[in-house]
């Protein structure tokens, strides 16, 4: 599986991509380092925030001049400050993620956006993969030297435990996972909204899991655990198979949408931007960069 992904190429494309393309970085306020992004308070940048009464020691250049001749009072024009966010990555790195090479490359493609977007910004950028309760953090020498961890051999297939991961105070917090784990949603949100964090969620996924052609006698195997059976799949069985899809992904929608969270799901098929423009651009978790 690995060795049919170009990560060389994969961020090449995601470069391009980040001059077009970005985070939803300028529809909130944030706090941060000096940067590029409207933050909470007051600073040098040229949108207009607010007045306040001069003060010996002000700089004169910043007395509001039409604002005196309406009131005769000296006003000092305070503008918002920007700042560079702090955004956490988090990558799933079940083994759903590699269902296949599509999949896998798309998974891939949302990590380096995310980044490319990030640094674009000036952003304090951390990226962890999240291996069940196990979280490495990837510094960023490793990303740009393609040294990544391989996903596990098995696993439970349980929830990736997101509180093993070292959110930041007030972080764009991006989780890249598939969902495909069973669990009330609500449960495994709440740490996204916690220390004044703002959830996203990009869920890559495969038409082949989505939308399988299943028949007859087959032998399934659990891609996480390894588990065979066999199994005789009918047309009914099929039928119920993608009505329980479709319900797991309303209940994530419903979650995500009670905890004020973006959830923006991306096929794997077809080319890197026709796939954000499907969904993702369309619900706010990525913007153009002209918008």
Known sequence: MYEHVDLNAIHTRMHAAARHLRLPMHR?????????????????????????????????????WRAYARTEHYLMKMHREEVSPRVDVVLDASRSMVFDVSKWTRT?????FAVESANALGSALRCTFLDG??????????????????????????????NAVRWRYGSLRI??????????????????GT?????????PYSLTEADPAWSGNLRLADCETRTERKQRVSPELLARY???????FALWQDACARYALLLARVPSNGPFD??????????????LCNS
Do not use: C
Request: zero cysteines.
């Open 28 to 64: 909130r306020v944030w706090q941060g380092r000096t940067g590029h992004v409207l933050g909470v308070g007051t600073g040098s940048s040229i949108e207009f925030q607010d007045h306040r009464p001069y003060a010996p020691g002000d700089d004169p250049r910043q007395i509001d």
């Open 108 to 112: 891939l493609e949302l990590l380096y």
């Open 133 to 162: 309760h196990n979280a490495h953090e990837l510094p960023a020498a490793s990303l740009l030297a393609y040294q990544l961890p391989v996903p596990p051999e098995n696993d439970s297939g349980s929830a990736p435990d997101l």
């Open 175 to 192: 989780v890249i996972s598939d969902l495909l784990f069973p669990g009330e949603p609500g449960a495994w949100l709440t740490v996204l």
């Open 195 to 203: 220390a004044k964090g703002h959830g996203m969620l990009l869920a």
């Open 242 to 248: 993608r009505q329980q899809y479709t319900r797991h």
């Open 274 to 287: 026709h796939a954000l423009q499907e969904e993702a651009v369309r619900v706010g978790a990525v913007e």
